[in-house]
């Protein structure tokens, strides 16, 4: 079964607004990490945070983890329409990734 | 340098056909990886190879589904027979090493398409 779940499976907002996506998963974790897959496009490595990390930055984005909760979230400020895509993350035991069903992200303008 | 790249872009194959994608990871990468991905999901691992070696196979069906990765060349994701249910888009993804710390970066996939 998959590793992440995501949620909210859809997300519509409006340009300029914050969106935030969450992320539960099961086991014990190396790594978690994120990435953006646009309409017909491969996936594109968005932030790799560690398990024994908390909170990482990237430009507009900034990724909590919790492994207490076995939960990350991703926040991404000040949206643009660019930012229109699906976001999955993913779960790095020893040998390889699993992702979960994405959140759908919509940017109005 | 050049990222991920995978071809056929798009393939149509008729029920019993075979199916032969082809992956060629970013230079220095040595570390391959299979997904697939039905509409409005996810991407499910299938095999993950190594140099002349597969790894992890776990994902991939134990029949009509191969995958090799020789020294020279692409890495092949062949599957034999196909049937409609194999339609969907096949990921290929790259890492210079192994998955515990390294991001991996992806081709944009070939969608197979079974009459």
């Known amino acids: 079964s998959q590793q992440g779940e995501e949620d909210p499976q859809a997300l519509s907002i409006q340009e300029g607004e914050n969106a935030t996506m969450n992320c539960s998963y099961k086991?014990?974790?190396?790594?978690l990490q994120w990435y953006r897959q646009n309409s017909g496009r491969g996936l594109v490595h968005l932030i790799l945070?560690?398990?024994?990390?908390r909170e990482k930055h990237s430009g507009r984005l900034r990724v909590t983890l919790d492994t207490s909760k076995k939960s990350s979230s991703l926040l991404i400020t000040a949206s643009r329409a660019a930012d229109t895509a699906s976001y999955f993350c993913?779960?790095?035991?020893?040998?390889?990734?699993?992702f979960g069903q994405g959140t759908r992200l919509t940017i109005n303008p | 340098n050049a990222g991920v790249m995978q071809n056929p872009r798009h393939l149509v194959r008729r029920r019993g056909q075979e199916a032969r994608l082809r992956c060629s990871p970013m230079?220095?990468?040595?570390?391959v990886y299979w997904y697939r991905q039905l509409p409005e999901e996810g991407l499910k691992f299938m095999v993950y190879?190594?140099?002349?070696?597969?790894?992890?196979e776990s994902g991939m069906p134990k029949e009509r589904f191969s995958a090799e990765f020789p020294k020279e060349g692409p890495s092949i994701l062949r599957i034999q027979q196909v049937v409609r249910g194999d339609s969907a888009a096949y990921f290929c993804?790259?890492?210079?090493?192994?998955?515990?710390?390294?991001?991996?970066?992806f081709g944009d996939g070939t969608r197979l398409s079974i009459l």
């Open positions: 993804a790259s890492s210079p090493r192994g998955a515990r710390d390294q991001p991996q970066h």
């Open positions: 086991t014990s974790i190396n790594n």
């Open positions: 945070i560690r398990s024994n990390e």
């Open positions: 993913a779960t790095a035991g020893a040998q390889k990734l699993v």
């Open positions: 230079k220095g990468h040595s570390h």
């Open positions: 190879l190594q140099k002349e070696n597969i790894i992890d």
